[in-house]
């Protein structure tokens, strides 16, 4: 069976690295990706919002990113998860709906939050709120990311994955992924490299 995953990207700020500058900077944009991503029984629009920040070239763990406690994934506000059917996070089920995104992280591991509080302009949230939590991978980027980067991608796995084949119309990318593929959620920013497979049902 052929899956189809459609991209539609709106960046309202290039990601191209800037020079640097002595402190973090916060970009004056919000940007936004979404992808329909094809399930074996449903179709999910998904969207992502997040703030545009930009890296000083300086560590971020300990000093602009807190350790052991919610990270904002952002300066002024969290980035909002849409989804219009469930989907699956890591091992996390998440209904449709809207929902807001944080980070725990440790000097080696970090936890991905998803919460119900959409309007927010704290890291803190009610326990109450909270869907579920799910560890994402790490690892560290071969070239700096300046602007911090959140996409829905397409990785390929295992003997039987036949390839990705992908066209473009516009700003809309169609990329269509047989068995042994899988759609991941990465945040990417300075050396920083988290990931966790996302998908619909």
Aim: proline residues 7%.
């Amino acid at each position: 069976m052929v899956r189809t995953v459609v991209f539609s990207l709106c960046i309202v700020a290039a990601l191209v690295s800037p020079p640097r500058s002595s402190a973090q900077t916060v970009d004056a944009h919000r940007l936004t990706v979404s992808a329909v991503i094809v399930g074996r029984t449903e179709t999910a629009q998904v969207t992502l919002t997040w703030d545009s920040l930009v890296a000083d070239g300086q560590p971020l763990l300990g000093r602009v990113i807190p350790l052991d406690k919610p990270w904002l994934l952002g300066a002024t506000a969290p980035p909002v998860l849409a989804t219009t059917t469930p989907l699956r996070i890591g091992s996390l089920d998440v209904p449709a709906g809207s929902f807001t995104l944080r980070a725990v992280a440790t000097q080696n591991a970090v936890q991905l939050v998803v919460v119900r509080q959409t309007k927010s302009d704290s890291a803190e949230y009610s326990p109450d709120s909270v869907i579920g939590t799910v560890p994402m991978t790490v690892d560290s980027a071969a070239e700096p990311v300046a602007h911090l980067t959140m996409q829905i991608r397409i990785e390929r796995f295992g003997p039987d994955a036949s390839g990705v084949e992908m066209s473009r119309v516009g700003n809309r990318e169609t990329i269509v992924f047989h068995p042994g593929t899988r759609t991941t959620l990465l945040i990417a920013w300075d050396r920083l490299l988290w990931s966790v497979p996302i998908a619909a049902r």
